[in-house]
């Protein structure tokens, strides 16, 4: 069974691999997309796709057409970069503030125990539908745990949501090549390693670092897929 598009997927990954489509213009900006043809597409039901598109109208690559379905959203390159950058500037001045304020014990144990979900994950021979599920929610709860911080402010939370509405702005836009799950597990590999750098450099209070560390974690949906072999998002 495909990893990725098999009948037992979960709603993750048939998000993740219509984000793919998207970025990889099988599906092109103004194109209209019906939950039927999608569905036989990716060998699943109609229910997941339409959860999947509900979930891709939220991040902004989709727009609802009514009764027509939905349509996908013109986007360019540059959209994305800008979009992931701003990302980016945010989650760091979180993180930032989070190291001067210090680290309060319940947000380290909730890193902590992204960061064990993360090695069970990589530390897999190959990437599964299960795996990438698992990846998904660790990293939604990783990032969130960092701009929710201790709690005192919203307003960097506020702006991240804001922000996401955007594509693939969202730390939670990841994208999956089902032929090449070799590379996107590398790609997770890399990833975790990052998270590691992140909780190190909070605990020891770096606050300048943790903030270069996550401006620069934003980028490796985009910046880093030449190097493993796989194709940027909006090239």
Same mark, same amino acid.
């Given at each position: ?5 098999? +009948? ?13 489509? !998207? ?13 039927? +043809? ?8 109609? +229910? ?13 690559? &989709? ?5 027509? =379905? ?16 701003? %990302? ?14 210090? &680290? ?23 990437? +599964? ?11 939604? %709860? ?6 929710? =911080? ?51 450099? @909070? ?9 270069? @560390? ?5 980028? !490796? ?5 030449? @190097? ?8």
């Amino acid at each position: 069974m495909d990893p990725i598009e098999g +009948t037992a997927a979960p709603p993750a990954g048939i998000v993740a691999r219509l984000r793919q489509l !998207i970025a990889e213009g099988r599906y092109a900006s103004g194109e209209r997309l019906a939950e039927e +043809t999608v569905a036989a597409a990716l060998g699943v039901s109609r +229910t997941p796709v339409r959860l999947a598109f509900r979930t891709l109208a939220q991040e902004g690559l &989709l727009q609802s057409a009514g009764k027509r =379905g939905h349509v996908v959203r013109e986007f360019s390159a540059d959209d994305v970069q800008v979009a992931v950058e701003v %990302r980016g500037v945010l989650e760091g001045l979180a993180a930032r503030r989070l190291a001067e304020r210090g &680290l309060p014990a319940a947000l380290r144990e909730v890193l902590h125990e992204c960061l064990d979900e993360g090695e069970a994950v990589v530390g897999a021979a190959r990437l +599964t539908e299960a795996g990438f599920a698992r990846w998904s929610a660790l990293n939604a %709860r990783f990032h969130g745990a960092i701009v929710r =911080g201790d709690g005192r402010s919203h307003v960097i939370a506020d702006a991240i949501a804001r922000n996401n509405h955007l594509p693939f702005a969202s730390a939670d836009s990841i994208t999956v090549q089902k032929h090449h799950l070799d590379r996107e597990l590398r790609k997770l590999r890399m990833a975790q390693m990052q998270h590691r750098l992140v909780v190190q450099a @909070l605990e020891q209070g770096e606050s300048a670092r943790v903030e270069a @560390l996550m401006r620069e974690h934003a980028n !490796i949906g985009l910046r880093y897929e030449a @190097l493993f072999g796989l194709n940027k998002v909006g090239s």
